[in-house]
T-cell receptor, first 114, second 108 residues
Framework: DGGITQSPKYLFRKEGQNVTLSCEQN?????MYWYRQDPGQGLRLIYY???????QKGDIAEGYSVSREKKESFPLTVTSAQKNPTAFYLC?????????????FGDGTRLSIL | GQQVMQIPQYQHVQEGEDFTTYCNSS?????IQWYKQRPGGHPVFLIQ?????EVKKQKRLTFQFGEAKKNSSLHITATQTTDVGTYFC????????FGAGTTVTVRA
């Protein structure tokens, strides 16, 4: 079945540590997205990529970095500069981006600070 | 920048009753999408509205796009326990902006 795979499901970070969240899709979609979801809030866009080797900052990019070396993969690194990283992180993709087409979401990664 | 507001934030519904959630944008939208997120799950696309005044139905769910393309609503009739979850609208002008969602609980 086609879909989006996020790993790990749960992740714990120590203070001052960078961590990388994985997102892989086999839907052959050009566009991929990273969102952050906090309790009682909607999805806030961190970064998005419309094509390989290109990506743009979203609304809350500070403290995060991404790469898009392959069409299928869009990893997100939460750096030590992100002071409040505890959240639920969702990866999504769409045939093209950034708007106008439905987005397909992975199951998410829940990040917590130790 | 574009802002999408959604009300109410919480909706407690007696099983069998109807309810409506509303979505308002600060800018004119090219289209609007609705998603549902079950507890512990991820958002799942429900529908997209494109035309001014458009109305679409999915069984007990009725989606409407305003004439000015700045607001939308989702009306659910005869609520069931399977309707539990958070419903998000997402407005698109040059990018997709999600509302904060309406979290629905159902009293059996």
């Amino acid at each position: 079945d086609g879909g989006i795979t996020q790993s790990p499901k749960y992740l714990f970070r120590k203070e001052g540590q960078n961590v990388t969240l994985s997102c892989e899709q086999n839907l052959n979609h050009d566009a991929m997205y990273w969102y952050r979801q906090d309790p009682g809030q909607g999805l806030r866009l961190i970064y998005y990529s419309q094509i390989v080797n290109d990506f743009q900052k979203g609304d809350i990019a500070e403290g995060y970095s991404v790469s898009r070396e392959k069409k299928e993969s869009f990893p997100l690194t939460v750096t030590s500069a992100q002071k409040n990283p505890t959240a639920f992180y969702l990866c999504a993709s769409s045939p093209q981006g950034p708007g106008g087409q439905p987005q397909h979401f992975g199951d998410g990664t829940r990040l917590s600070i130790l | 920048g574009q802002q999408v507001m959604q009300i109410p934030q919480y909706q407690h519904v007696q099983e069998g009753e109807d309810f409506t959630t509303y979505c308002n944008s600060s800018t004119t939208l090219s289209n609007i999408q609705w998603y549902k997120q079950r507890p512990g799950g991820h958002p799942v696309f429900l529908i997209q509205l494109v035309k001014s005044g458009e109305v679409k139905k999915q069984k007990r769910l009725t989606f409407q796009f305003g004439e000015a393309k700045k607001n939308s609503s989702l009306h659910i009739t005869a609520t069931q326990t399977t309707d539990v979850g958070t419903y998000f609208c997402a407005g698109n002008d040059y990018k997709l902006s999600f509302g904060a969602g309406t979290t629905v609980t159902v009293r059996a």
